[in-house]
């Protein structure tokens, strides 16, 4: 890859790697697995199940012109409606019934289930994105290892 411009739809999935890692470092102990669990129920993760993360970028851009502020490009229309796409589907995944995280077995529920792999495979796709541009030092978790 000749550029290490981030690809929009990647924004949330360094949001979500980033409090991770926090976590993570917060907690010296903590496996990948601890953290995630740990974000989950988070402050930064209800905006992000919400939607409200993505509301309020939209709420940026749109003040904006929809110009990107750090390459001043104008962010085309098909980009938008991708990441509307995308706030749409992670609203349905990270879906949340914080008092029915585990059973009595402590074995996950099916819809806490799916949102702990979508929380992996973000921090999986910002990873590999940071290997593809040659960004080693930004993989901290190392979950595509």
Not at 83 to 105: A, E, H, N, V
Request: some cysteine; proline content about 3%; charged content about 30%.
């Amino acid at each position: 890859m000749g550029t290490k411009e981030k690809p929009y739809v990647l924004f949330v999935a360094e949001e979500i790697y980033s409090k991770v890692c926090q976590i993570k470092n917060n907690n010296p102990n903590f496996s990948n697995t601890d953290a995630i669990e740990n974000y989950i129920g988070s402050k930064a993760y209800n905006e992000i199940s919400n939607g409200k993360f993505h509301d309020n970028w939209f709420e940026k851009l749109e003040k904006n012109n929809f110009i990107d502020q750090k390459t001043m490009k104008k962010i085309p229309k098909e980009t938008i409606r991708l990441l509307k796409i995308q706030k749409d589907m992670i609203i349905k995944q990270l879906i949340q019934f914080p008092d029915l995280y585990y059973t009595k077995s402590r074995f996950p529920l099916e819809l806490s289930k799916r949102a702990f792999d979508s929380i992996w495979r973000m921090c999986e796709s910002y990873e590999l994105w940071c290997k593809e541009t040659n960004q080693s030092e930004l993989l901290i978790l190392k979950v595509i290892e």
